[in-house]
């Protein structure tokens, strides 16, 4: 077999490049770290173009294409994006409007009924444990001692005035974090807009550079994987907001029949978490019966149980046909993209890790067939 000068160099260049990354990682990863830092505005911005893009997409197939006035095809796109933009900041506050108020009118209630629990829970044990009197005497002393709450506030005041330095600084470590992810965000929608604004052009140009400088061959490879990336994506994203949206509907009705409280509060913190894979759902039912359990424990118990019937029927009826069907990945592998994905980053991951394993497997099942 005739080696070319061509291989060889090919190969001495892959040798040299794995060399320097094995004797520099560590180099290697801090300068990856920074480089990703910099450049995450700009891929948090991709992240947002194309979320908004799907709904964009769908108002400019409804207002655009349809009209066949001039003014409406020049101004379209914009007002598209706009109206875009508009929807997902209206759905967002609407959730937060819906939860959040809520959600810290029944920490208050529990912080009020807090003491009164805490004495009814040392009487019993007392009555029923017979629990030495120092246990009772604790109680009375925290609970009924009005000069030793005092002695306590001032004790915690004279701690944090001592420790006021570092508070300061924890300050404005919060404060420079707060400032710094604003300005993240704000770099990252700009950037956005002008992907959204300027999305064939761009496209265009990246597809022109790919066919100057890479082998035909490597270029229908790349474009075809980013189409199945692109449809794994896209289906996910729809089939999970329009599941989220049917779970939250269901929860509510059932409430609003059994009559527990903050059903659509509930309903929407639901469906909000349910946009979490699997683990979505169990999460809102903790805060949920947490927030019920403030006003009665028996329904709190009886939202779990329905809440449970609930997800059984969602996780066998509606979730595969709405989003297993969608994204062509079968149950098990949705579990174990959410688990891996969870692992490693996180509720990021778990976003990411299901449309990312539906894409190899649909890539890996292609492959395979053609074999």
């Not at 929407?268 to 759902?281: R, S, Y």
Request: glycine share 8%.
């Amino acid at each position: 077999m005739e080696l070319k000068w061509k291989s060889c160099l090919r190969a001495g260049v892959t040798v040299g490049i794995l060399f320097l990354l094995i004797h520099y990682w560590t180099a290697f990863t801090k300068m990856a770290g920074v480089a990703f830092g910099a450049a995450l505005p700009l891929l948090l911005g991709c992240g947002i173009a194309y979320v908004v893009n799907i709904l964009m997409t769908f108002f400019e197939q409804r207002i655009v294409v349809k009209s066949k006035k001039s003014m409406v095809k020049k101004f379209g796109r914009p007002i598209c994006m706009v109206f875009a933009f508009i929807s997902i900041i209206c759905i967002a506050l609407f959730i937060v409007q819906m939860i959040v108020p809520e959600l810290f009118h029944c920490l208050q209630i529990l912080l009020e009924e807090l003491p009164k629990a805490l004495e009814t829970a040392f009487r019993w044990l007392e009555e029923n444990f017979h629990i030495s009197s120092f246990l009772q005497n604790d109680s009375n002393l925290l609970l009924n001692n009005e000069a030793q709450w005092q002695d306590m506030i001032k004790k915690a005041l004279d701690i944090f005035f001592a420790g006021l330095g570092g508070v300061m600084d924890v300050a404005a470590n919060i404060i420079s974090s707060i400032v710094s992810t604003a300005v993240t965000v704000l770099v990252a929608v700009i950037f956005s807009i002008y992907l959204l604004l300027g999305k064939e052009k761009i496209s265009g140009q990246i597809l022109l550079l790919m066919k100057s400088y890479l082998p035909k061959k490597v270029t229908d490879g790349v474009l075809y994987v980013l189409q199945v990336l692109d449809q794994s994506f896209h289906s996910f994203i729809v089939g999970q907001c329009t599941e989220a949206v049917i779970l939250g509907m269901l929860c509510m009705t059932g409430m609003l029949l059994l009559q527990i409280p903050y059903a659509a509060m509930i309903g929407c913190l639901i469906g909000f978490t349910a946009l979490i894979p699997v683990a979505g759902a169990y999460i809102g039912a903790i805060v949920g019966a947490f927030m019920i359990f403030t006003v009665s424990p028996v329904k709190a118990v009886i939202f779990l149980v329905f809440l449970g019937i609930l997800q059984q029927l969602e996780g066998n009826l509606i979730y595969p046909r709405v989003v297993g069907s969608s994204i062509g990945l079968p149950g098990i592998w949705v579990l174990a993209a959410v688990t891996i994905g969870g692992g490693v980053m996180g509720i990021g991951g778990m976003l990411l890790g299901v449309p990312l394993t539906a894409a190899v497997y649909q890539l890996v099942k292609n492959d395979v067939a053609k074999r």
